[in-house]
Structure formats: C-alpha cells, structure tokens
C-alpha cells in the first residue's frame, strides 16, 4: 500500500514567483496537513484540511493557501515568493481529525529553494 | 502558550552506549504526545504515541515514557543506524495540529 506521496521532490524558484505543491495521503485517510521545516528546526503547521474542508491554521501570511480534492489529494500554494520560504514541505495524513493512535504518517516532503 | 522543547540539541554517543532524550512540553489539553525519528532529507517516522501520565512504549532498542510535564526517549545499547534526528510533538485541542520541539540530534559511532 502506497505511503503519503509529495511532487515534486526538489523545486528551485525564483523571488516572487508562485509554487504550487501537491499532496495524495495514504488510501482511506481523510485529512491532510501540511507543515514548513527549516533547516536544523522542527516541522511548523500551515494547515490541516478534512473532508475538503480547512480545520485549523498556523501562523503563516497569506500568501500561503491551499485546499484539499473530493480524493483528499491536497495542493499547497504559495505566493510571491520570499527567500525566507526556502525549506522543507511536508504533508501528513491521518484517518481523522483527531488523535492517531499509530501517528500522523509523513512524505518525503518537496525541499523549496527560493534564488 | 503550546510550547514543546527538546534537549540535548545533539548528542553523541559510542555504540552500545545508552542514554536519554528530553522532551518538555506545556501544553493546554494534551491528547497525546509523539516521538518521531528523521533521516537527513526524508520525512519523520512515525515511532510512538503516548496518551497520560505513566504510560511507557517500548519499540526494539527504545522504549518512550511519559510524565505530566515531559517525555524520555531512552535508547538502549544503540547501533550506528540509530543516527538520526529524533522529533517530539504535541497534540493539544481537538485540531490535528502537532507542535514539534527543535529536535535531538543522534550520532551513535562503531
């Protein structure tokens, strides 16, 4: 059974350019969340999404929006890119909203370098 | 404020050479705390769930205990393979969102 799938794997954008990145969770899991890890920091939350529908936010400008497919596949766009949103993206999937007895389960992540 | 941080920042250690992670943690409503292990550019790995106070998980060379306040991964004899970053996080609430500590990293030697 296939795992959490990302694409692309590696990106490299230019300055104010837009990025779309894309998610498909493992075959059953509803939710998807989406996280931005930097360098040498643990993951940070952007976003979670149920049933297609936004269920929580961290604490990211907006130019960061994303939104979940009838499959539960996922996109995450971002605007006008800064050099700062340069990191690692990672999604994770989960049956439900709630807690996971076997954890939330990652991708690979999609590394963003922004020149 | 949710706040979870791990320490050391890293450690290393010789093979066969146990020791213990930190991770404290403030938390309104905690749901449950988890450790995760990562490989240099892959995606954490899911290793344990704990739910309350007094609850331990053991998974081969780690066992993970949980208190009101933080949570131990303790590594037992470790191998070279063991080498990663190790991730602690926090559910709180009744969103999906995980709040993760810095990280430990894990550097075991033959």
């Known amino acids: 059974d296939a795992g959490v799938t990302q694409s692309p794997t590696h990106l490299i954008k230019t300055r104010g350019q837009h990025v779309t990145l894309r998610c498909s969770p493992i075959?059953?899991?509803?939710?998807v969340s989406w996280y931005q890890q930097v360098l040498g920091q643990g993951p940070q939350f952007i976003f979670q999404?149920?049933?297609?529908?936004?269920?929580g936010r961290g604490n990211f400008p907006d130019r960061f929006s994303a939104r979940q497919f009838p499959n539960y596949s996922s996109e995450l766009n971002v605007n006008a890119l800064l050099l700062g949103d340069s990191a690692l993206y990672l999604c994770?999937?989960?049956?439900?909203?709630?807690?996971?007895?076997?954890?939330?389960?990652f991708g690979s992540g999609t590394r963003l370098t922004v020149v | 404020e949710d706040q979870v941080t791990q320490s050391p920042e890293a450690l290393r250690l010789q093979e066969g050479e146990s020791s213990s992670l930190n991770c404290s943690y403030t938390?309104?409503?905690?749901?449950?705390l988890f450790w995760y292990r990562q490989d240099p550019g892959k995606g954490p790995e899911f290793l344990f769930t704990?739910?309350?106070a007094g609850e331990e998980k053991e998974k081969e060379r780690l066992k993970a205990t949980l208190t009101k306040k933080e949570s131990f991964l303790h590594i037992t004899a470790p191998k070279p393979e063991d080498s990663a970053t190790y991730l602690c996080?926090?559910?709180?609430?009744?969103?999906?969102?995980?709040?993760f500590g810095q990280g430990t990293t894990l550097q075991v030697k033959p």
């Open positions: 994770a999937s989960s049956a439900n909203t709630g807690t996971a007895n076997y954890g939330y389960t």
């Open positions: 704990l739910y309350s």
């Open positions: 075959s059953g899991h509803k939710s």
């Open positions: 999404y149920y049933e297609k529908e936004e269920r």
């Open positions: 996080a926090v559910q709180a609430g009744n969103t999906g969102k995980l709040i």
């Open positions: 938390v309104s409503g905690l749901r449950g």
